[in-house]
């Protein structure tokens, strides 16, 4: 492979900025966690293990069942329902997974474009407390790659986590943290784990709340949005990077302790969606998320469950998303009656050309009013306009086959 061509200079304005952005996390990092001098790696929080392959550095906490991202007590992921969280992702295989033995995994690299130069220099791991019956703990284990060349360990740890488990739980896991980590064991010439069924949360929250998370389905935002934790302090992830290469240039490592941190509340923040989403009563998702639920549901083949999903969320409140999410549901099902109150009371309350189709539809076919049907078609329908001009004229012409049997009916009857 011929080498990439050399990239120019930066320029000293670039790396002005960027000695800025580090010294702005070294200072809220120093204000938060360590006083505002030089940190020698030794204070750093993880302990060295002697493995076969070197030394491996480990952080580990274990957090009571109880510990909350906002509202989410963590204990949800282990009691969540493998049956559900398998329609969700769209994937049968979850269904037979047992939650209680789940693996939390996320990666801090350097770089976010991926690609066999990009090393992963933090994992953070989490996983159920063995033999722990009931109230067990969430332990958290978080591995750093202390300096470049030393993956190993890691990577041999990793991979026992992973064979370990029943189920593996990301968040944006299938398109960066396992490719990668894939492409890390080749690099390294390490066999890569043989892994279990993979649950990408950013899947089932893009289904779920995409219509309603305004600032997009990044987990610190479904964090504040959804699960109602705010974190204070985070570094940003453009800054990850920076921290780790000043941290092996410099030594000086202040900047990753707000790195670690960050890492810390992405794993256990996917512990408390897994549980949020796998609850079958799904009692902490509003009105819109779960017309979210119900539309995934329905997408999954499980009419019955999404019907009924759907309406709980037009309980919940009524919103025309769940009224919406609803009536698709009841005309997936045949339950026409349904569908035609739901889309009519829908048009009442919203200009949407989208349900005045389906009304035009519902009436010319399910309900042989073609009258009724052209009414609603004749106020617009979305449609290209080919289309609605060939929509418009058949249902005239059957209006007016319709009106001439009915007169020639009449002269017969008298």
Request: proline fraction near 6%.
């Amino acid at each position: 492979m011929e080498p990439p061509p050399a990239a120019s200079a930066p320029t000293s304005g670039v790396l002005d900025e960027l000695r800025a952005r580090i010294q702005a996390v070294l200072e809220r990092t120093s204000v938060r966690s360590a006083p505002a001098r030089d940190v020698p790696p030794c204070e750093l929080p993880f302990v060295s293990e002697e493995t076969e392959r070197g030394p491996l550095h480990v952080r580990t906490l274990c957090l009571p069942a109880c510990h909350r991202t906002g509202r989410i007590p963590v204990a949800a992921a282990r009691d969540a329902r493998g049956d559900l969280l398998a329609l969700l992702a769209l994937d049968p295989a979850i269904a037979r997974c047992d939650p209680a033995r789940a693996l939390f995994l996320d990666t801090e690299t350097t770089g976010l474009a991926g690609g066999t130069g990009t090393v992963p220099f933090l994992v953070g791991l989490a996983f159920w407390q063995a033999g722990a019956a009931g109230g067990g703990a969430l332990v958290l284990e978080q591995l750093f790659v202390h300096a470049l060349g030393q993956e190993e360990p890691v990577l041999e740890r990793v991979r026992r986590r992973i064979e370990d488990a029943s189920l593996l739980v990301t968040f944006n896991g299938k398109s960066f943290d396992l490719p990668l980590l894939r492409a890390r064991y080749v690099m390294s010439r390490l066999p890569a784990p043989v892994e279990p069924p993979h649950l990408d949360l950013l899947h089932v929250a893009r289904r779920v709340h995409g219509r309603r998370v305004a600032r997009g389905c990044r987990l610190v935002t479904l964090e504040d949005d959804v699960l109602g934790f705010v974190r204070e302090g985070d570094i940003e992830s453009r800054d990850v990077a920076a921290c780790y290469l000043h941290y092996l240039r410099t030594g000086d490592g202040r900047a990753l302790l707000g790195v670690v941190e960050h890492n810390a509340w992405d794993v256990v923040a996917m512990a408390a969606l897994m549980g949020l989403y796998g609850e079958p009563l799904h009692v902490d998702l509003g009105a819109n998320d779960l017309a979210g639920v119900a539309r995934t549901l329905r997408r999954a083949g499980a009419l019955d469950r999404a019907s009924s999903t759907a309406d709980a969320a037009v309980e919940r409140g009524g919103t025309a998303e769940a009224l919406r999410a609803r009536a698709d549901i009841a005309k997936a099902r045949g339950d026409r009656a349904r569908a035609l109150a739901d889309f009519e009371a829908l048009a009442a309350s919203v200009d949407d050309p989208s349900v005045r189709l389906e009304l035009a539809k519902l009436y010319e076919h399910w309900v042989k009013e073609p009258a009724r049907a052209l009414e609603w078609a004749a106020q617009g329908t979305g449609e290209a306009p080919e289309r609605a001009c060939l929509r418009v004229t058949r249902l005239a012409r059957k209006v007016a086959s319709t009106s001439s049997s009915l007169r020639r009916g009449n002269r017969r009857s008298t």
